[in-house]
C-alpha cells in the first residue's frame, strides 16, 4: 500500500484559511487561537506546532505602532478628549490588532510544517580519526 500523495500547499494559502498544511482540508484551530490537536481529515499530530509569541510579535510590530501613532497625532494635533479617543482610538486599536492573529499564527503554524522546523538540540560532533604520524 503507497503513502497518500498531500498538494503541495504554499504556509500563506494554509495561514490565511486556518486549514490542516498537509492536505488543505481539515481544519488548525479548535477556537480563536487554540490548535486542534490533529486535523480531522488526514490526521496530521499538530504537537509539532509552536509558534510561540510570533504573532503577537508580528501584530506588535505592524498593528499597534501604527494604531498607537493614530492615537499619538490625534490628540497631539487636536488635544482631544478622553471620550473621543475611546471613541476612535480603543477601536482602531482593536481592529488592528486583534483580527491578525489567527492568520499570522496559522501561517507560522503551516511554516512549521512546510521547511519542517523543530526544536534545536545539540548533537554531538563526529570526530575523524587521527591521521597516522609519518615517520
Known sequence: MSEPQW??????????RG???RCGEGRLFDGFLKLRPRCEACGLDF??????DGPAFFVICFGC???????????MAFQAPYWVHLVTT???????????????KGWLVASQYYYKAEEGRL????RSPEPAAKP
Open 47 to 52: 504537537s509539532f506546532a509552536d509558534p510561540a
Open 7 to 16: 498538494p503541495t500547499l504554499t504556509p500563506f494559502q494554509c495561514g490565511i
Open 65 to 75: 505602532i501604527p494604531s498607537v501613532m493614530f492615537g499619538l497625532w490625534l490628540e
Open 90 to 104: 480603543l477601536p482602531v486599536m482593536l481592529l488592528t490588532c486583534i483580527p491578525p492573529l489567527r492568520p499570522l
Open 19 to 21: 486549514c490542516c498544511p
Open 123 to 126: 548533537i554531538p560532533i563526529e
